[in-house]
């Protein structure tokens, strides 16, 4: 299947600071990716889908000034959790179709810990 | 908008015995169902899905049946291995559009 590359796996990071996430379409283009939350033991949920040279499209309830997306190519889109919280502490993961449009593809995800 | 229900929450079963995760879904116009496995902070892995215009599919010890007018759809999983042991999420979509997940289920294989 479609590769998706997720960076990075892990940070730890004290309140108030900003953390961006990579996530790459490996050897595919991907004008759309979608980017998840996930608390432990719960489902995904999902906070916006990310376009390629346009504006995100976020989930009712998601703040858009504080998960900062851009997809500034084909293969890539990024996440930044801007100020982060403790609050903000779970795994962040993406996903992107795979070039059919159909099939989705998950990111190796990203465990974000605010102190 | 799509709502996917999920059932059980969790399941344990001895191994070599059969699994079976139920999904029912609102939205009559969705027509692609994959179901996914996690392990304990991992990624999910697509391990099987149907579409509309087919009633079962089946991949090894892994089969889904959908059933349309019912709007609902099950994981199958036979002669179950311990490493099956990781939680399963069912989805449901419409073309080009979002994925809805399912809560989730927790299967253990108990040697």
């Known amino acids: 299947g479609a590769v998706v590359s997720q960076h990075p796996s892990r940070v730890i990071c004290k309140s108030g600071t900003s953390v961006k996430i990579e996530c790459r379409s490996l050897?595919?283009?991907?004008?759309?990716m979608f980017w998840y939350r996930q608390f432990p033991k719960k489902s995904l949920m999902l906070m916006a889908t990310?376009?390629?040279?346009?504006?995100?499209?976020?989930e009712q309830g998601v703040e858009k000034d504080k998960f900062l997306i851009n997809h500034a190519s084909l293969t890539l889109s990024t996440l930044t959790v801007t100020s982060a919280h403790p609050e903000d502490s779970s795994f962040y993961i993406c996903?992107?179709?795979?070039?059919?449009?159909?099939?989705?593809?998950f990111g190796s995800g990203t465990q974000l810990s605010v102190l | 908008g799509e709502n996917v229900e999920q059932h059980p929450s969790t399941l344990s079963v001895q191994e070599g015995d059969s699994a079976v995760i139920k999904c029912t879904y609102s939205?009559?116009?969705?027509?692609?169902f994959p179901w996914y496995k996690q392990e304990l902070g991992k990624r999910p892995q697509l391990i099987i899905d149907?579409?509309?215009?087919?009633g079962e599919k089946k991949d090894q010890r892994i089969a889904v049946t959908l059933n349309k007018t019912a709007k609902h759809f099950s994981l199958h999983i036979t002669e179950t291995q311990p490493e099956d042991s990781a939680v399963y999420f069912c989805?449901?979509?419409?073309?080009?559009?979002?994925?809805?997940f399912g809560q989730g289920t927790r299967l253990t294989i108990n040697p």
């Open positions: 996903s992107a179709r795979d070039p059919l449009g159909e099939k989705l593809f």
């Open positions: 050897d595919f283009q991907a004008t759309t």
């Open positions: 939205d009559s116009a969705s027509n692609y």
């Open positions: 989805a449901a979509t419409k073309g080009a559009q979002k994925l809805v």
């Open positions: 990310s376009n390629e040279g346009s504006k995100a499209t976020y």
């Open positions: 149907i579409r509309s215009n087919v």
